[in-house]
């Protein structure tokens, strides 16, 4: 494209337009180039840099004394990352299922023709806004045993229900799922709306001439294909469950004990306070090797779908 | 629209059956439901602050104050500890919009030029180099917050609102430049042809061209910027020394600050407030800020 416009300008003033045309192929490069080198090295330069420090024996700083897999090795006889991992297995199937049924749910019922949807669509949606930190402080408020949910409920005549999972260990990662599917399911409600409203109408039109009724129609013929919001869904709630690390530090600390960890805090806390770098930087791999597990086969999908069109 | 339209019309066109609207009237019972439900944590932070503690021991989460009591607001905002000191969140706040302004507009304008070279400057690699460009939109940044930490030391901006001004454009302007990207595809490349066989160079077409064009992709990605900056909690708490903290370090700090008795109605106080210029914006422009989330999620 640059070698053709400028072809066709120095027919007009060759000397002149050959300056220029080396400047403007310059000037791009040149615009580009600080993000060029901050990416290398930022991205892919730290990121080597955490894999090369994940096979030291680097404690409170950074030593290069290499010890091969035996980080990895430690991590995985590591009571509290095996807790962690667990939990984020857990968390992350929970919180990815019940994000996508409410919000196909939600933005199903929301596509009927509602009055004031508008106004409805807002509030579903506004959690999203919020920091984490704001949310994990919220439910922190309202999950607690002794003044929260629980009390409100026995204060209402419901004398023998009680609500401690905040302060269970076998039942707080439920908490985390709790915050976390009121903060991101409107997000997937709006995903699922903007496709509806992307689905032809021809295609709905002629299901209703077969007789189909508005289930079927849904079951059969909307939702299916609707699959590529499907995958964007799953992987961008995939992506904010590995990465949760603020919810936990707000909601429960980790606590009772590390039984709400998650990847993301065992890596912070070993890296930064228990002066563990080697282990910490070992449980960062498997955190970026969780992410690529989902990330290369769906842009695999997307770039071999884009060479389809 | 289309498929609610086309349904809609051919079930109004009859007479609706009863089962229908009491399907009708179910629907919009489980609508309001669960509007409730995604309004009820923040009512309750709400009524939480306006309640003194006594009222907060006493009472449920949904009872209501006994009057409009805005002293938890008051000691939130400037008396409440947060961890070492007693100032309040207001200092906080004040260091979160001197990180956010800077990084969202910082990163806004390389965003701006980055989209507008890989789209209409395309050179040999470009289209690579966005490749791996994106990926970084996805990489978890504990694989970077150690490096980072050194070198922010090296640097000389380890604990400074710089740094954390630094760390924010490094690891956004991968967003950045894929909104203006996407938005930027969609301009007819006729248009700059034109104005290149004009004579108008790199900046000229940018400036005159598509600048003013840009507005809607701007406010997009200025919105999208400012609430993941301003919401950041890892970074912040990575990066930041005593007093550069952002709110959202504060806050935690101010709720699991343990001195005394627990005063549940300036935790929440403090947490609106901390929630509230994300809110602010999501209020006033929430078009954007949709169209950004699901800038990332739906490619251009």
Redesign the interface.
């Known amino acids: 494209?640059?070698i053709k416009?400028?072809s066709?300008?120095s027919k007009a003033t060759p000397a002149a337009q050959a300056k220029?045309f080396s400047?403007?192929?310059f000037?791009?490069?040149l615009?580009?180039a600080?993000?060029?080198v901050?990416?290398i090295i930022?991205?892919?330069?730290?990121?080597i840099?955490?894999a090369v420090?994940s096979m030291t024996n680097s404690r409170m700083l950074?030593s290069y004394d290499f010890v091969g897999l035996r980080q990895y090795e430690r991590l995985f006889e590591n009571d509290r990352w095996i807790v962690a991992l667990t939990n984020l297995g857990i968390f992350g199937a929970l919180f990815i299922l019940i994000c996508l049924f409410?919000g196909v749910m939600?933005a199903i019922?929301?596509?009927?023709?509602?009055r004031n949807e508008g106004a409805?669509r807002?509030?579903?949606?506004?959690?999203?806004?919020?920091?984490?930190?704001?949310?994990g402080?919220?439910?922190?408020?309202?999950l607690n045993p002794t003044?929260?949910?629980e009390?409100?409920m026995v204060?209402?005549g419901f004398e023998s229900f009680t609500f401690d999972w905040l302060v269970n260990p076998d039942k707080v990662v439920y908490c985390l799922v709790i915050a976390a599917v009121?903060q991101a399911s409107?997000?997937v409600m709006?995903?699922f709306l903007?496709g509806?409203?992307g689905?032809?109408?021809d295609l709905?039109?002629a299901a209703?001439l077969d007789g189909a009724n508005?289930f079927t129609?849904y079951r059969r013929i909307?939702l299916p294909s609707l699959k590529p919001?499907f995958f964007?869904?799953v992987v961008?709630l995939s992506?904010i469950a590995?990465?949760s690390?603020?919810l936990v530090?707000?909601l429960t600390?980790g606590g009772p004990g590390y039984s709400s960890d998650l990847?993301?805090n065992f890596?912070?806390a070993h890296?930064?306070t228990r002066s563990q770098?080697g282990l910490?930087?070992a449980?960062?791999?498997v955190?970026?090797g969780?992410?690529l597990a989902i990330?290369i086969p769906y842009l695999y999908s997307?770039l071999r779908g884009e060479r389809h069109d | 629209m289309t498929s609610a339209n086309t349904m809609n019309s051919s079930s109004s066109r009859r007479q609706k059956t009863p089962l229908e609207h009491i399907l009708r009237v179910a629907l919009y019972i489980c609508l309001l439901g669960m509007a409730a439900v995604y309004l009820m944590p923040f009512l309750v932070m709400f009524l939480t602050s306006l309640k003194d503690v006594e009222e907060i021991r006493s009472g449920t989460l949904l009872s209501l104050p006994g009057s409009l009591n805005f002293d938890a607001w008051g000691k939130a905002w400037g008396g409440a500890c947060t961890g070492s000191s007693c100032n309040g969140i207001a200092p906080y706040f004040m260091n979160s919009f001197q990180i956010v302004i800077p990084a969202v507009l910082i990163s806004t304008i390389i965003g701006a030029l980055n989209g507008y070279v890989i789209s209409m400057w395309k050179f040999k690699g470009s289209d690579i180099f966005f490749g791996a460009l994106l990926i970084g939109c996805f990489i978890p940044f504990q694989v970077i917050l150690l490096p980072m930490a050194r070198t922010l030391g090296w640097l000389g901006i380890a604990n400074t609102t710089t740094g954390l001004v630094f760390v924010h454009v490094v690891y956004g302007v991968a967003f950045t430049t894929l909104f203006f990207r996407n938005f930027y595809q969609g301009i007819p490349s006729d248009l700059i042809k034109a104005a290149r066989l004009d004579g108008a160079g790199f900046f000229t077409i940018f400036r005159r061209i598509i600048l003013p064009i840009s507005t809607p992709i701007i406010v997009v990605t200025i919105i999208w910027q400012f609430t993941q900056i301003w919401n950041d909690f890892l970074f912040g708490v990575a990066f930041s020394g005593f007093d550069t903290q952002p709110v959202t370090v504060a806050l935690n700090n101010l709720v699991n600050t343990s001195f005394g008795g627990k005063e549940y109605n300036v935790d929440m106080a403090a947490a609106i407030l901390a929630a509230l210029p994300t809110l602010l914006v999501y209020v006033l422009a929430g078009k954007y800020f949709v169209r950004g989330l699901t800038a990332g999620a739906v490619k251009g």
């Not at chain 1, 019922?109 to 509602?114: A, C, E, P, V």
């Open positions: 494209m640059t416009a400028s066709l300008e220029s400047l403007a192929d000037i791009p490069k615009v580009m600080p993000t060029i901050v990416t930022c991205m892919y330069g730290y990121m840099w955490t420090l950074p409410l939600l019922f929301l596509d009927q023709k509602i409805i807002t509030i579903y949606l506004y959690p999203m806004a919020i920091s984490f930190i704001v949310t402080t919220a439910w922190k408020w309202l003044n929260g949910l009390k409100m204060d209402w009121w409107g997000f709006a995903l903007a509806l409203r689905v032809d109408g709905i039109k209703n508005i129609t909307i919001v964007s869904a961008i992506h590995i990465k690390f603020d530090a707000a600390n990847p993301a890596m912070y890296t930064f770098i910490g930087s449980s960062a791999m955190m970026l969780c992410v990330l997307e």
